[in-house]
């Protein structure tokens, strides 16, 4: 008989094994009991159940966005063609941040290689990198990642990156526990504030400013898309 004792005043798990003790004729005589240390079997599927519940949060929580992208990028698409290539490239972003999120075992993210995984296939060589070596959490990482496909999709249809000398400059730092982003335009298309935003200035504005609590301001100068983002770098991760 074994029997599984909850953990004592000091952490330890134990188990108790009792045994029967017989004699010559197959009689009980009384009984063996064993106390065995499971403390590390019992951490590890402690362990094993936090992760299967994590990974349980995050499988849900990410169907949820991707349902969410798909539903609005089919009422902001006009053709089905127009419709598929948002949805994989929004799809593409979340891949490539999951990838390094996974990478760094779900608890940071670097921002310069945020920037590189999604800028280089627009043409990383037209945009200036400047920042420090900025770390941010998971949720940040995934909503900064989708900010910057928005931003740089945009300047690759309308904005500077949509001429062979257009250019883009990228700024980041972290000043008193808040995180600052800046992307602007240069020698690009005459460009004119919208009469309403799009789904992708939607998405930009709903991830960091639901998820992260911060804000997004945008200006739309004649040579090209300014746009300012901030968010305190210790702002508590929404579900």
Same mark, same amino acid.
């Given at each position: 008989?074994?029997?599984?004792?909850?953990?004592?005043?000091?952490?330890?798990?134990?188990?108790?094994?009792?045994?029967?003790?017989?004699?010559?004729?197959?009689?009980?005589?009384?009984?063996?009991?064993?106390?065995?240390?499971?403390?590390?079997?019992?951490?590890?599927?402690?362990?094993?159940?936090?992760?299967?519940?994590?990974?349980?949060?995050?499988?849900?929580?990410?169907?949820?966005?991707?349902?969410?992208?798909?539903?609005?990028?089919?009422?902001?698409?006009?053709?089905?063609?127009?419709?598929?290539?948002?949805?994989?490239?929004?799809?593409?972003?979340?891949?490539?941040?999951?990838?390094?999120?996974?990478?760094?075992?779900?608890?940071?993210?670097?921002?310069?290689?945020?920037?590189?995984?999604?800028?280089?296939? &627009?043409?990383?060589?037209?945009? !200036?990198? @400047? *920042?420090?070596? /900025? +770390?941010?959490?998971?949720?940040? $990482?995934?909503? %900064?990642?989708?900010?910057?496909?928005?931003?740089?999709?945009?300047?690759?249809?309308?904005?500077?990156?949509?001429?062979?000398?257009?250019?883009?400059?990228?700024?980041?730092?972290?000043?008193?526990?808040? &995180?600052?982003?800046?992307?602007? !335009?240069? @020698? *690009?298309?005459? /460009? +004119?504030?919208?009469?309403?935003? $799009?789904?992708? %200035?939607?998405?930009?504005?709903?991830?960091?400013?639901?998820?992260?609590?911060?804000?997004?301001?945008?200006?739309?100068?004649?040579?090209?898309?300014?746009?300012?983002?901030?968010?305190?770098?210790?702002?508590?991760?929404?579900?």
């Amino acid at each position: 008989l074994n029997h599984h004792l909850a953990r004592d005043a000091r952490g330890l798990f134990h188990m108790v094994r009792i045994n029967p003790y017989r004699d010559k004729g197959n009689r009980i005589q009384g009984v063996v009991v064993t106390l065995v240390d499971v403390t590390t079997l019992a951490q590890a599927e402690e362990h094993q159940q936090v992760l299967i519940s994590e990974l349980n949060h995050r499988v849900k929580n990410m169907l949820a966005v991707i349902a969410s992208i798909a539903s609005r990028t089919r009422e902001s698409s006009d053709t089905k063609e127009e419709f598929a290539d948002a949805l994989i490239g929004r799809l593409h972003a979340m891949s490539r941040a999951y990838g390094l999120l996974t990478r760094e075992r779900w608890k940071e993210a670097s921002v310069r290689e945020l920037l590189q995984q999604e800028l280089e296939p &627009f043409g990383i060589e037209r945009i !200036e990198l @400047d *920042g420090e070596d /900025v +770390k941010l959490g998971p949720q940040q $990482g995934l909503s %900064l990642s989708m900010a910057i496909h928005e931003l740089a999709t945009n300047a690759a249809k309308y904005g500077a990156l949509s001429k062979t000398d257009g250019k883009v400059s990228v700024q980041w730092s972290i000043k008193d526990d808040s &995180f600052t982003f800046g992307w602007r !335009e240069k @020698d *690009g298309p005459l /460009v +004119k504030a919208p009469l309403e935003n $799009g789904f992708g %200035l939607t998405l930009l504005q709903g991830e960091i400013g639901y998820r992260l609590g911060g804000n997004v301001e945008t200006v739309f100068h004649k040579d090209g898309l300014s746009v300012q983002i901030a968010f305190p770098a210790n702002h508590k991760e929404a579900p």
